[in-house]
C-alpha cells in the first residue's frame, strides 16, 4: 500500500510538472476568422501539434488583424506581442522588397508543391530568414514557408491562350503582378477586391485577379465570368511561420524538429484538400452548359513565365536581398526543370 502511494504520488508530480511546462503559442494569421483555411486547420491540424510534442507545446491561431494588422506582424512578433506568425508574406513588401519576390512570384512555380519544395529543400528557408533578419535585427525566426493554392483566374471573355491576353483588361493588385500583365499585352486595373464582381458584371475589366477557385464559385463570380482559367497562370501567395527568437531557443530540439514537420504536413494536406475542393467543383462546372473552364496548354504557361521572368529581374533591382532572392528561386527553378 505504501509503494502504490508513492507511486501515484510521483506520477501526479510528473503530470503536474509537464503541465507547468506546457507552452501555448498564440499565432496570428493571415486568414479571416470564416475562411476555409482557419476552420481546417484548427479542427484537423492544431491538436496533432500537442500530441508531436507530447502536449508540450500547444497553438492557438487568431485571425487576420485580431492583434496587430497584417503588416505589422514582424515587429509584433520581434517584441513579444504575438509569439509568431502564419502569413502572407505580401504584406511586407513595402518593408523589403525581398518580400515581394518570396511572396508570389508572379507566373513563376507551376504548382503549390513545387515552391513548398523550394521552401523546405531549395533555400527558401534561409532566404526567408534574412528578409526577416532585414527587417527585425534576427528577433524573429522563420520555421516554414510555403504556399497552399494557386489562385484561379475568372475572365468574362476565353482567354485560351497566351496570346489571348493581348488587349484584356485585367483587375490587378499593383506591383508585380500588374507588370507581368502589362509585358503580356494586357491592361492592368487597379480596383478594390470588394469591387471586383461589379466590375466583371459591367465590363469594366474582362479577368479578375481575385483567389482560388473554391472561394471565386463561393462569392459568386463565375455568374458574371463564366471563363475561369484553372489552373490559374498567375499568384500563388507564399506564408510564412515565424516564431518569436528568444521563445525559438527555450524550445528543445525535439520540439523546434515537431514544429517544423507539423507546418510542412499540415501545407501539404491543406494544399490537397483545397486542390481536391478545386477539382471537384471546375469538373462540375466544367460539365455543365454555362461555364467554361479553361486549362492553359504547358506551353503558353512556359511563354508567360519568360515574360513574367524580365519583370522579376526589373523588381529584383529595388535591393540586393531582392536580387539575391530572385537567383535562389531561379536556381531551384532551373533544377526542377521549370527553366532550361
Not at 60 to 86: H, M
Amino acid at each position: 500500500m505504501k509503494f502504490t502511494k508513492i507511486a501515484l504520488l510521483t506520477a501526479s508530480v510528473s503530470v503536474i510538472a509537464s503541465l507547468a511546462q506546457a507552452e501555448t503559442l498564440n499565432i496570428q494569421t493571415s486568414f479571416n476568422a470564416g475562411d476555409f483555411s482557419t476552420q481546417y486547420l484548427t479542427d484537423t491540424w492544431l491538436p496533432k501539434i500537442k500530441e508531436m510534442t507530447d502536449g508540450r507545446i500547444e497553438i492557438i491561431l487568431t485571425p487576420n488583424g485580431s492583434v496587430v494588422p497584417a503588416r505589422e506582424t514582424p515587429e509584433a512578433v520581434a517584441v513579444g506581442v504575438l509569439d509568431g506568425d502564419f502569413t502572407s508574406v505580401n504584406y511586407f513588401a513595402g518593408l523589403e522588397p525581398a518580400y515581394a519576390i518570396m511572396g508570389d512570384l508572379i507566373s513563376g512555380y507551376d504548382t503549390p508543391q513545387q515552391m513548398l519544395g523550394f521552401c523546405k529543400d531549395g533555400g527558401g528557408e534561409a532566404m526567408m530568414q534574412k528578409a526577416a533578419d532585414s527587417v527585425t535585427g534576427g528577433e524573429v525566426h522563420v520555421v516554414a514557408c510555403g504556399p497552399y493554392s494557386r489562385e484561379a483566374l475568372p475572365a468574362r471573355t476565353p482567354i485560351r491562350t497566351f496570346a489571348d491576353l493581348a488587349g484584356k483588361k485585367i483587375r490587378s493588385p499593383e506591383g508585380l503582378a500588374a507588370a507581368v500583365f502589362q509585358a503580356a499585352g494586357a491592361s492592368p486595373v487597379s480596383i478594390p477586391f470588394s469591387e471586383v464582381f461589379g466590375a466583371l458584371e459591367k465590363g469594366i475589366v474582362d479577368a479578375a485577379d481575385a483567389s482560388a477557385y473554391v472561394n471565386n464559385d463561393a462569392t459568386g463570380l463565375h455568374d458574371v465570368a463564366p471563363f475561369p482559367l484553372y489552373p490559374g497562370i498567375h499568384s500563388m501567395p507564399s506564408m510564412q511561420f515565424t516564431i518569436n527568437t528568444e521563445k525559438w531557443k527555450s524550445f528543445s530540439a525535439e520540439d523546434q524538429q515537431a514544429l517544423h514537420t507539423w507546418w510542412y504536413d499540415a501545407m501539404s494536406a491543406m494544399t490537397e484538400e483545397v486542390d481536391k475542393k478545386d477539382k471537384e467543383l471546375a469538373a462540375r462546372d466544367d460539365a455543365g452548359d454555362k461555364i467554361e473552364v479553361i486549362d492553359w496548354a504547358q506551353e503558353d504557361r512556359d511563354q508567360l513565365r519568360e515574360v513574367a521572368r524580365k519583370q522579376w529581374e526589373a523588381y529584383a533591382e529595388k535591393s540586393d536581398l531582392a536580387k539575391e532572392a530572385l537567383d535562389a528561386n531561379i536556381k531551384y527553378m532551373t533544377e526542377i526543370g521549370l527553366f532550361k
